[in-house]
């Protein structure tokens, strides 16, 4: 028996990657695959589909088909489980989005995907039946919705992954075949006393032309934000700067090394730790302009659009170029994890 499960489950996971790879290609809300990954199972040979029953009614199992490839690779191995293991009527429902709190929203019975207190729901009707991927802001969400819809068999997936600063490779190029060479992948280079690094990326202000402006996380909203908080009083006492405020409608930090001069100010767009990034800016006099992302539809379609720096992690295999080439990585100062578990960050991750 459990090398018949070991069996089923390796066909399952070479069966759903070759299906992830054509999923871009889905154009309807649901799918159902008329094809089948196993030779025999039991949904071919018990005289019909299964159903989940609720509510004194049949329901075909829905199973979410988000953006990125984990989620949908996953997606597809409990399809074919669920169909031709197990013998159910089931459906992949593709949702239009990168954040796992929608997920949460839509098994709880919400109607819409960002309302934080489910004010319009059908909890005999969820849209989907599972999340599949659940992180730190999915189980926010869950236990930020209202007691009676909110999931409860709910876990928090977490693995270590390498958070940094990016760049296009094309960027990178920019400045080593440029007049005056630098290597725009190391954080020396970002030195404006010697080199004019902002010369090779985009304004700053190209980010208010290719994102909608609420899109943009205000500082001080991020004042009092649990899960991604800028924590300036502890910046102003690990680096003495006072110069805490946002400019452009309180949606940019001007870090030291540019704050008299904006325009010389290289565009880092991220999505989280926002009070890591002030202090390296800060420590090592780094000419940032640091804008925070609300969601991260947004922040991948003005990625991609852009020259400017940007937060990633990896493995993800979300943001790739053209040419389907990963982002380069900008060489931080080797990470020192004493000093960083004091809150201090002026080295890079662990990783």
């Known amino acids: 028996r459990m090398q018949c499960a070991r069996t089923v489950l390796v066909c399952a996971v070479i069966c759903a990657i070759a299906r992830c790879s054509v999923a871009d290609e889905y154009v309807l809300s649901k799918k159902q695959y ?11 040979s018990s005289g019909g589909p299964r159903y989940l029953k609720y509510g004194n009614t049949s329901h075909s199992v ?12 996953i997606a597809d191995i409990i399809y074919i489980l669920y169909d031709e293991v197990m013998g159910y009527s089931a459906s992949l429902v593709q949702i239009p989005t990168w954040e796992d ?5 839509l098994v709880a019975g919400c109607n819409d995907f960002d309302d934080v207190n489910c004010e319009e729901r059908d909890v005999e009707n969820p849209s989907i039946h599972f999340t599949l991927e659940s992180w730190t802001d999915g189980y926010q969400r869950a236990y930020g919705l209202p007691a009676d819809v909110r999931p409860t068999l709910l876990s928090q997936l977490e693995y270590d992954l390498t958070d940094s600063w990016y760049l296009w490779d094309n960027v990178l190029q920019s400045g080593l075949n440029s007049n ?3 290597a725009l992948d190391y954080y020396r280079s970002y030195n404006t ?3 004019k690094p902002s010369a090779h990326f985009d304004p700053w202000t190209v980010v208010f032309d290719v994102m909608p402006a609420r899109s943009i996380v205000t500082c001080t909203e991020l004042e009092h934000n649990a899960s991604n908080p800028r924590n300036t009083a502890d910046y102003i006492r690990i680096t003495g700067d006072t110069g805490v405020s946002c400019s452009h409608g ?3 930090w001007f870090a030291p090394a540019c704050r008299s ?10 999505t989280k730790q926002v009070h890591r990034a002030m202090q390296l800016s800060y420590f090592l006099g780094l000419p940032f302009a640091i804008m925070v992302a609300r969601t991260k539809g947004d922040f991948y379609a003005a990625v991609r659009s852009t020259r400017l720096l940007f937060s990633y992690y990896t493995p993800d295999d979300a943001l790739v170029d053209a040419a389907g080439r990963p982002p380069v990585l900008l060489n931080l100062p080797r990470a020192n994890l004493l000093e960083q578990r004091a809150g201090i960050y002026r080295t890079g991750p662990d990783g």
């Open 34 to 44: 008329t094809d089948r990954c196993l030779s025999s199972g039991q949904n071919a």
């Open 62 to 73: 829905l199973i979410p088909y988000p953006y990125w490839s984990a989620a949908r690779i």
């Open 101 to 105: 709190e929608t997920l949460v929203n």
């Open 180 to 182: 005056d060479p630098i």
């Open 193 to 195: 006393s010697e080199h």
């Open 250 to 252: 309180d949606t940019v």
């Open 261 to 270: 001069k904006p325009s010389e100010c290289v565009p880092l767009l991220i």
